[in-house]
């Protein structure tokens, strides 16, 4: 075993240590879930990128104060979303990596301008046929995006390529 794995194991440990004290909101609010496949994400990283061997020190010590953001939120809570955003960020940016949910946000959003951009033309032609079911097929195209997108971001969280 090397030495990533190793510090993947023990920065695994600490967390699971540290997020028995959270309650089910605490731990959702404060993204322990995805400080996990950061941390799993940048020891893959890490062999090829020396930012990322960098950024392991950063999750070593979000991983030791798990219990002072229970302590004392308001001290802590800065520094732990900051350093979260720092890592996300860099990985996104330089690896590629995608967010859970990006495709389907993006897919929505562009059938979404693509009705409304339909629906800004001329409101007193909605007699027209060819207007309806232009419209219809719009909302259908946005539902099948939509579904693509989510099989897509689960295909991906599979292979653990999602933040």
Known sequence: MNTQDNWLI?????IERGKINF????????KID?????AKL???????CTECKGYRVDIDQLADNLDQLILNPEEHKKNHFGTIKKITDHLTKKHKIKKKGSLIKNVGLGSIIL???????????WSDPVRITAVAI????I??????????DNKIDKKGELL
């Open 138 to 141: 719009l909302i259908i195209v």
């Open 34 to 38: 995805k400080l996990q496949r950061i």
């Open 143 to 152: 539902f099948l995006a939509i579904f693509i997108g989510k099989y897509i």
């Open 42 to 48: 940048v020891s893959e990283m890490s062999y090829d």
């Open 23 to 30: 309650p089910e909101r605490e731990y959702k609010k404060y």
């Open 10 to 14: 023990e920065v695994n440990r600490k």
């Open 115 to 125: 009705i409304v951009s339909q629906l800004g033309k001329e409101w007193k032609d």
